[in-house]
């Protein structure tokens, strides 16, 4: 039972704060404002470091809730000396504010709590992010254990941990998708996506506002989508962390992407051209001027073997230029251009040219002005490096021509044409013989066109090297096409994908499928694999 004093102070200070709300309130009215009573309304705490905690202390201005592209800011000082601030930051972030009055103690109260939430937000802004592999090591390097390991997380450290976890399963994007309940956490690992966990509301909405904040993200915008990036150090090296947002039904969706720098990966030799084909490629690139071309859908990897070309060719008495969309890997040395809403590919190409390199990489060719830019660059000088999207070799030809590319432009002017694949290897852990069946067999042969299939072939069983999938890296399976003096003769007449397939076939091209299947017999990767991935 508290004492009958005690009882009275709270009543007298009940009513005190009651007083003083009534008071904010009827002066807010008097001055066209609106009124909150932060102890009580609900704070969206990631507005709340929106200013700057400085400007907030200064000016005793509290961010509480954003709608839209508003923020409404609490104060219990008005009219106050914020204008000139506000409209800075206003013009900067694209932002409106809306000036809500509050009572002195619900706004210390809001101060408090500025304070309290500082660390979740602004502990990462001075001191790089640190990953050691030993915190990698520790307990990260199979998946179970990753999503053990983040249940058992607080919200403030989620980050490292999803970091390290994807550097210790080798994965290549973070994709985090908000659902109705919470949000899904999913590791892209030899290009397959695999779920994690999924993150309660709370610990997803900790872990966006600390992505966007490293990011340089807009906090506020959740109704566009948005690019950004942040470093965090590993090891001896800067990883760099692309991020992109997405505004979808449930709230705003991220992919992460990880970029080294300079990658040890990048090595012609190591992507797992044959032999035959690497070959062509280190002979077409000491040529001083041409393209080179290659050729895929979306995530064949056709990227990544213009970065080992660049790697090779990267000397300091050469000056290479890029213009990417966006930039995939960093390249010292290299000036690497992205594409953004001022430059295009082909407004990019032009000021590109005026700055006389040697060797130019474009992202894509896209559209008949790149085209155009393209050709006539690799016909005064330069050494032109891009990728088309097309099914095979022969299709860039065609592709060409369609962008009104006179076909004798093309002669003796494209040096090499390649396409590419990634197919995913057996893994190395729990590969193993397996029977292969009569109907197998008849089907192998047809899409293979090959003449007999062994009985057996190898197939990963699934381990916990592989997460269960069989699988572990991955590989190039491609083709080349180095135009033939007959080829140059059937350009002029416009032939056909097919008529270019036949011809080049006929100079000694071994067609995709055949690489893939040397694969298969090689116990490299599985005949399904290279199906899937070569069949469009
Ligand atoms: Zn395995």
């Given at each position: ?16 704060e009651?007083e003083?709300?009534?008071?904010a309130k009827?002066?807010?009215k008097?001055l066209g404002l ?5 102890k ?9 470091h929106?200013?700057?905690d400085?400007i907030?202390?200064k000016y ?10 508003t923020?409404?800011l609490?104060?219990d000082?008005?009219?106050g ?5 506000l ?18 103690s619900?706004?210390?109260?809001a101060?408090?709590l500025l304070?309290k939430t ?18 990698i ?7 179970a ?7 058992q997380t ?12 994807a ?9 985090l ?5 919470g ?5 892209r690992?030899?290009?397959a ?8 509301n709370e610990?997803f909405?900790g ?10 993200l ?5 109704d ?15 990883l ?15 992919v ?7 990658p ?7 992507l ?8 062509m ?21 056709k ?6 070309i660049l ?27 992205p ?14 040219l ?8 474009i992202?894509?060719i896209r559209?008949k002005?790149?085209?155009d830019i ?16 097309t099914n ?5 030809f065609v ?8 076909p ?20 190395p852990?729990?590969?193993?013989r ?6 197998k067999?008849?089907?192998?042969k047809?899409?293979?066109r090959?003449?007999s ?5 190898v ?7 592989c ?5 572990l ?20 007449a416009k032939?056909n994908t ?5 011809a ?5 091209m ?9 694969k298969v ?6 005949a399904e694999e ?5 069949s469009?």
């Amino acid at each position: 039972m508290p004492k009958p004093s005690s009882v009275i102070k709270q009543v007298v200070s009940v009513s005190r704060e009651e007083e003083e709300e009534n008071e904010a309130k009827s002066k807010a009215k008097s001055l066209g404002l609106g009124y909150v009573n932060l102890k009580t309304s609900p704070i969206q705490v990631e507005v709340l470091h929106f200013l700057g905690d400085e400007i907030s202390k200064k000016y005793r201005l509290i961010p509480y809730i954003a709608i839209g592209r508003t923020v409404r800011l609490a104060t219990d000082v008005y009219p106050g000396n914020f204008k000139a601030d506000l409209d800075k930051i206003s013009q900067q972030k694209k932002i409106s504010f809306q000036i809500v009055l509050a009572s002195s103690s619900s706004l210390n109260h809001a101060l408090d709590l500025l304070d309290k939430t500082k660390d979740l937000f602004l502990k990462a802004q001075p001191e790089k992010i640190i990953i050691t592999k030993e915190q990698i090591d520790k307990s990260i390097k199979d998946l179970a254990a990753l999503q053990t390991a983040i249940q058992q997380t607080p919200t403030t450290q989620l980050l490292e941990l999803i970091l390290a976890g994807a550097l210790g399963t080798r994965a290549s994007d973070i994709h985090l998708s908000p659902q109705k309940k919470g949000a899904v956490l999913r590791l892209r690992i030899d290009g397959a996506l695999q779920v994690i966990t999924v993150l309660t509301n709370e610990a997803f909405k900790g872990l966006s506002s600390r992505i966007k904040y490293l990011a340089g993200l807009n906090i506020v915008g959740k109704d566009v989508p948005q690019d950004g990036s942040f470093s965090f150090r590993y090891g001896n090296e800067d990883l760099d962390i692309r991020v992109s947002t997405l505004p979808t039904e449930y709230g705003e969706s991220f992919v992460l992407r990880v970029l080294e720098e300079n990658p040890k990966s990048l090595h012609l030799e190591s992507l797992g051209f044959s032999q035959n084909v690497e070959n062509m490629i280190r002979e077409a690139i000491m040529h001083p001027n041409g393209l080179i071309l290659n050729t895929g859908p979306t995530g064949s990897g056709k990227t990544t073997t213009l970065y080992a070309i660049l790697n090779i060719l990267n000397k300091p008495q050469k000056n290479i230029v890029t213009i990417e969309d966006p930039i995939e890997y960093k390249l010292s040395g290299v000036e690497q251009i992205p594409v953004s809403a001022k430059v295009n590919f082909a407004n990019g190409l032009r000021s590109i040219l005026r700055h006389d390199p040697d060797i130019i990489m474009i992202g894509e060719i896209r559209d008949k002005e790149t085209a155009d830019i393209a050709v006539q660059a690799s016909l005064t000088g330069h050494l032109v490096l891009s990728t088309l999207h097309t099914n095979n070799a022969a299709g860039a030809f065609v592709r060409f021509v369609d962008l009104d590319i006179q076909p004798f432009l093309l002669v003796g002017n494209v040096l090499l044409v390649i396409a590419q694949r990634l197919v995913r290897k057996i893994c190395p852990y729990c590969r193993a013989r397996v029977k292969v069946n009569e109907d197998k067999k008849v089907f192998y042969k047809k899409y293979f066109r090959v003449g007999s299939v062994p009985d057996e072939l190898v197939y990963g069983q699934g381990c916990v090297y592989c997460h269960g999938t069989g699988f572990l890296g991955r590989t190039v399976v491609a083709e080349a096409i180095k135009p033939s003096d007959e080829l140059n003769r059937l350009l002029q007449a416009k032939p056909n994908t097919q008529e270019i397939q036949v011809a080049a076939i006929k100079n000694g091209m071994k067609p995709m499928v055949l690489d893939g299947w040397d694969k298969v017999l090689a116990g490299i990767t599985t005949a399904e694999e290279v199906i899937e991935k070569t069949s469009f």
